[in-house]
């Protein structure tokens, strides 16, 4: 998408907002803040635009995985309880931000993850307070579903998918001969069993936060956008934030705030700004070099993800997705499948099918969520292994470990420790989410496509050597938050209107505000967070 270069003469400029990180959040808030054409706003983003054809071509993620352009390519501290193992951590730099590289998968969470957000102090967050934001973001394709539930005209476009891989039936068959419903809906209030899920596309190509929310608007006057802008430190006059510095190449601008400045960097971007800003833990930052300014100890800290753990398996069937000579013919008719019709396996996400399951009938409600990729996924790092096969994907909805956003020093970029594991209550479920996935696996469904398991081990079923595979090899689905928290207890990093605590001007919208983590996918609650912040944002400016 083009944008508005920016003027590099002018050495100092003033806007009313400044949002930091183009992102699934500062996108979507970029665009409601602007809607009021009297008031300027700035969106800085340190990736470039995003007119990339991998973007907007929804299997061109598998190549974003790795794109150094587009792509900050994190690695996460050696993890204790996977024996040293570290685990990358991609996130997005870009225009639209990880929703611009992301599975593309549309997932809510459960009505208890927010009800439990307002009962801990966030008041104006529980589920009933955020499905009406999640509605005026959406904009649904399939008139199946429940009004109540879905929206119909907002800018993002969610939709079915159009040639979802015959697999994708196969594994829903097997889970149903284990009693996993099919569910109707993985956005109704209480998502529960399995289906094909749905996707942040239109016609068929990603749609991004940026395509949904920046695209339409860029004729705006008073928005300018900012790539390949890093910010480093935030300015301010006593406890009042007042602008920030920026680097635009070799160049370093101050750009004043009228109103606020808000930081949607994402869950690693947004606390590293506030600790370079001398926010956050003062022992902390003093070992780092750098000069506390204000006490935050909660900065970085409660960093959550969904731990995860694959069944990969190999098949000699040519039904699932897979590079092998017995498939050229196929994806050559794909490839033309994509250009006449955006249909094929150019127009998936992979990650097509999934649902959401108790480990044990006691659990409350679902506690693991699953992933499926009619396809084999690599183990090794690597973008393809040659040959077919399925990887089912087994993830913990409500981890209990909590992990940690750090700076050794100004310099050097974040120390990201997920904690993956490190409290025991989490080994024991991740272990019975993947016996079950192995169960699913092994259903007669399965038979004719003869799967092999590569891993976690194929041979072994005892608790030692499983637990053993788990550790070897569990990772996450790429969904850190909680690292500048809501809340009013002494960690919490922002109030539940996400003003930072004791520091004027600043605020932060995007993943990073979740206290805990929301049961499911966290790209729509990120989207849903600038949406209703734009909301307070506003009613803040009628009374300031
Ligand atoms: C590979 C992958 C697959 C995923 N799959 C799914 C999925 O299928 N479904 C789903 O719902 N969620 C998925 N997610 C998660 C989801 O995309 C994210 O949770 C969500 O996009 C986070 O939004 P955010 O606004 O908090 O941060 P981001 O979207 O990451 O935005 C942060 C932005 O800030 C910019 N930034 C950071 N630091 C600075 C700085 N100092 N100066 C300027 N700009 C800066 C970044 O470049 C980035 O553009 C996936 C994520 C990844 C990485």
Not at 153 to 176: E, I, K, Y
Request: proline residues 6%; hydrophobic residues 40%; aromatic residues 6%.
């Amino acid at each position: 998408m083009p944008h508005r270069p920016f003027e590099i003469g002018i050495m100092t400029e003033t806007f009313d907002h400044i949002i930091v990180g183009a992102g699934s959040s500062g996108a979507a808030l970029a665009h409601r803040l602007s809607e009021d054409a009297t008031k300027t706003v700035c969106l800085i983003e340190a990736g470039p635009s995003d007119t990339s054809g991998f973007i907007k071509v929804p299997l061109g993620l598998i190549w974003l995985s790795k794109s150094r352009r587009h792509n900050w390519l994190y690695s996460s501290a050696p993890q204790t309880a996977l024996h040293g193992r570290v685990v990358s951590i991609p996130r997005g730099k870009v225009l639209g931000g990880s929703s611009a590289i992301n599975g593309m998968i549309y997932i809510r969470g459960h009505k208890d993850d927010y009800d439990t957000w307002a009962k801990a102090g966030c008041t104006g967050w529980g589920y009933d307070d955020v499905l009406p934001y999640f509605k005026r973001a959406e904009s649904n394709g399939d008139p199946q579903l429940d009004d109540a539930f879905h929206g119909r005209s907002g800018p993002l476009s969610v939709q079915t998918q159009r040639t979802p891989n015959a697999m994708d039936n196969v594994f829903v068959q097997a889970a149903n001969e284990l009693q996993m419903r099919p569910c109707g809906d993985f956005n109704s209030p209480t998502p529960e069993g399995v289906g094909i899920y749905q996707v942040t596309q239109k016609d068929g190509k990603r749609h991004s936060s940026a395509a949904a929310y920046l695209a339409p608007i860029l004729s705006r006057k008073n928005l300018t956008i900012l790539t390949g802008a890093q910010v480093r430190d935030l300015a301010f006059e006593g406890k009042r934030v007042t602008g920030l510095s920026v680097t635009l190449g070799t160049h370093v601008r101050t750009l004043r705030a009228r109103f606020g400045v808000v930081l949607s960097a994402g869950a690693i971007g947004s606390p590293e700004i506030l600790m370079r800003s001398g926010i956050g833990d003062p022992a902390m930052l003093a070992a780092a070099g750098i000069t506390p300014r204000h006490a935050l100890t909660g900065v970085g800290q409660n960093l959550q993800d969904h731990v995860d753990m694959m069944v990969i398996c190999s098949s000699p069937s040519k039904t699932p997705y897979g590079l092998s000579v017995g498939a050229i013919p196929k994806l050559a008719l794909d490839g033309l499948r994509w250009m006449t019709s955006n249909t094929g396996i150019l127009s998936s996400n992979m990650v097509e099918a999934g649902g959401f399951v108790r480990t044990s009938p006691s659990e409350p409600r679902p506690d693991i969520q699953f992933h499926f990729i009619p396809g084999r996924k690599s183990h090794r790092g690597k973008m393809f292994e040659y040959g077919h096969g399925v990887s089912l994907h087994t993830c913990l909805l409500r981890p209990e470990s909590r992990g940690s956003v750090t700076l050794n020093n100004r310099q050097s970029g974040p120390v990201i420790d997920l904690g993956l594991l490190t409290d025991k209550r989490d080994e024991e479920r991740l272990e019975k989410g993947v016996r079950l996935a192995r169960k699913i696996l092994a259903q007669s469904p399965f038979a004719k496509y003869n799967l092999t398991e590569i891993i976690p081990n194929p041979d072994t079923d005892d608790g030692a050597t499983l637990r053993q595979g788990i550790r070897a090899n569990a990772r996450t689905v790429y969904h850190p938050v909680g690292t500048c928290a809501m809340g009013a207890a002494a960690a919490a990093v922002v109030d539940a209107r996400l003003r930072v605590h004791g520091i004027d001007g600043l605020r932060v919208v995007d993943a990073s505000i979740m206290p805990t983590i929301v049961s499911g996918n966290t790209n729509a609650p990120a989207i849903m967070i600038a949406e209703k912040a734009a909301d307070l944002i506003k009613e803040d400016m009628k009374s300031a």
